[in-house]
């Protein structure tokens, strides 16, 4: 309130400042821009005062005069407005980084050293309330504690959230062309109450998600060709129900609202832009074909197609652009497929980062893409597939692609990888039917001095059983895509009432990588068996027994060709790809030995992608 009598000219003689206890009087004055000695006008006075109300600091400014026989005194009554000495959430339920994110959105973040506004306080109990909402807890409770000393505030918000809503059910009012059962399938993040869906959640109530369920609903009639369908507001009703779990609480019952429309099939397809592949051939890689029912999803996976096609030939900058043109008469939609080729890209840098054991070559060198060549996205990935089947690393994210700055046409490649367990000791002890008491170590690492080397040794000792073996394995012989590596063992076991055998030998191994994932080795076996101590059920006049269970020593020798085709992710842990794998095991005098053997072998494996990496496993031998 401002209170200024009218006088007559006067000189001011005295400024004083009453009720201010932080707010210096110096600082007061400053901001009020009135000094003494100067001759009083109610215009300046006026200016002063709206200054200083400007600055915040106070909640009431009343200024008075007073006469005296040298001139005239004035007097600033103030009220300096409340500070916040500290802020404590008290949260239940909620964490306090959610509540704090919500308020500095709204501009209506409360911390320590600003000044008390009340209103603000409630502008934020609100906003709290909101949120809360929004989260789908009911009957949460939003509290504030306001403690007032040395007129500084501290204060106190307590918020605890009641029960999620969880929805009793979901229904569709004006659906025809898809059953209500495949629209609430088509929700996805939005379930209806029911054992499963509580344990995932998916049965809470959110506004959020529920806009998301809705644009998945909006989808599934596009990918049906209902194009002008429309997803109205959900009509929401809270009743009082027992859940899944036979508990009684507020629930919501959901109505959907849609117009489903007219559908469209596909009219005319052209292509435009296009100069590098033919508009035939990108027709036939779009796979839409004219009179079709329109899918959104397929219009999205054959835009796909078309931009890898452009990919592998090193266009990475190709860009597609589906025109679409609704023929309301006729029911159909003609597309044009808008063609950006733009120029093609070259590796000019690759690089790795997260080896810090494995050295760069060994991974460069399993790359089918080479610096200086055209950056093919899809040799890149299947680079990346590659690189991984030498299960030394996993890909810890995708890799960056930065095209430069000058030349967008040249990119620089960084990997990302992470490291995986190259060493496996094992130790181990106990009793079995066939070795009685053993005991058994063994070592071997897939990554020795960080090259890809592959080493392993092992000893098991028992009643019944001795093997030793030790092998080693160059993956790059002379700096080329070949293999070789070798095994040592020497083995002794008894088969108690059978037969003993002894035997100990070499196995070598040699392969190469004969195209992409074509593989090819022809391994080796050379072993000196000598079988004793024949059960009598093993002395039969029968040639087969007698050839292979007779007491005596045998020269085994055996050559395996092996052909096969792996694009299987990872030799640790599988998760997608294909093996086709074809082999035949000969073994006789040609090759020096006395045991007779022909063993074809044709295997196929075939992992399936399923939840959190785990896999289908299809197999056959």
């Not at 509580?198 to 009639?221: C, G, H, T």
């Not at 089947?389 to 490649?413: A, F, T, W």
């Not at 052909?563 to 030799?571: A, K, L, M, N, W």
């Amino acid at each position: 309130m401002l209170l200024i009598l009218p006088l007559s000219a006067s000189v001011i003689t005295q400024i004083q400042v009453e009720g201010n206890q932080r707010i210096t009087k110096e600082t007061a004055l400053f901001y009020f821009g009135v000094t003494v000695g100067e001759e009083y006008s109610d215009t300046v006075v006026e200016e002063g005062f709206r200054k200083l109300w400007a600055t915040g600091f106070f909640d009431d400014i009343r200024i008075t005069k007073e006469e005296n026989p040298q001139g005239l005194n004035l007097t600033l009554h103030v009220k300096e407005r409340l500070v916040l000495k500290e802020v404590i959430f008290s949260t239940k339920g909620i964490g306090k980084g959610d509540i704090e994110k919500r308020l500095e959105e709204k501009n209506l973040k409360l911390q320590a050293y600003s000044y008390f506004d009340p209103y603000k306080l409630k502008r934020a109990e609100h906003e709290i309330r909101a949120l809360m909402t929004e989260k789908n807890y009911a009957d949460s409770d939003v509290k504030s504690d306001v403690k007032v000393e040395n007129n500084q505030v501290t204060l106190t918000l307590s918020v605890r959230k009641g029960a999620a809503v969880k929805i009793d059910k979901i229904r569709f009012a004006g659906n025809n062309a898809i059953p209500s059962f495949k629209l609430k399938w088509a929700m996805k993040v939005q379930r209806q109450n029911s054992f499963l869906f509580s344990i995932f959640s998916k049965d809470r109530y959110s506004k959020e998600k529920m806009e998301e369920a809705l644009e998945n609903i909006k989808e599934a009639y596009y990918n049906k060709g209902y194009l002008q369908a429309k997803i109205g507001e959900p009509k929401l009703e809270y009743v009082v129900k027992r859940d899944a779990f036979f508990k009684k609480r507020k629930m919501v019952q959901v109505t959907i609202p849609i117009s489903e429309g007219s559908r469209y099939r596909i009219g005319d397809i052209s292509v435009a832009g296009n100069k590098v592949l033919p508009s035939e051939l990108i027709k036939a890689i779009f796979k839409v074909k004219k009179s079709n029912w329109y899918s959104l999803k397929k219009k999205k996976e054959g835009v796909t197609e078309i931009q890898k096609a452009y990919g592998d030939l090193g266009y990475f900058y190709c860009n597609i652009a589906p025109e679409e043109n609704l023929d309301l008469q006729n029911k159909n939609v003609n597309l044009t497929l808008q063609v950006q080729e733009n120029e093609k890209a070259y590796l000019r840098y690759l690089s790795f980062q997260g080896n810090n054991y494995t050295k760069d070559f060994v991974l460069r060198r399993e790359l089918f893409l080479q610096e200086g060549e055209i950056f093919s996205t899809g040799l890149f990935e299947q680079s990346l597939r590659r690189m991984k089947q030498l299960g030394l690393v996993d890909l810890k994210e995708m890799p960056d692609v930065k095209p430069d700055e000058k030349d967008p046409s040249q990119v620089d490649l960084n990997v990302k990888v992470e490291e995986l367990g190259r060493n496996m000791i094992q130790f181990s002890g106990g009793y079995s039917g066939y070795d009685g008491t053993f005991v058994m170590f063994s070592y071997s690492t897939v990554n020795f001095m960080g090259a890809g080397e592959q080493l392993s040794l092992s000893a098991q000792y028992g009643e019944r059983s001795k093997n030793y073996s030790f092998g080693f394995t160059e993956p790059y012989v002379f700096n080329l895509p070949m293999t070789a590596g070798f095994t040592i063992f020497k083995r002794s076991t008894v088969y108690p009432y059978l037969f003993d055998r002894r035997g100990e030998g070499v196995d070598l191994t040699l392969a190469a990588r004969l195209y992409r994932y074509w593989n090819g080795s022809l391994t080796y076996s050379f072993e000196k068996i000598d079988i004793r101590d024949v059960s009598d059920l093993f002395n039969s006049t029968d040639p087969y027994y007698y050839y292979y269970y007779q007491a005596g020593k045998r020269t085994y020798s055996s050559l395996t060709p092996n052909v096969y085709y792996s694009t299987v992710d990872s030799p640790l842990e599988p998760t997608t790809g294909t093996l086709y794998g074809f082999s035949v095991k000969y073994s006789g005098k040609i090759l020096g030995g006395d045991v007779h053997l022909l063993k074809p072998r044709l295997e196929f494996t075939k992992y399936i992608k399923g939840f959190s990496r785990k896999h289908l496993n299809s197999q056959s031998t």
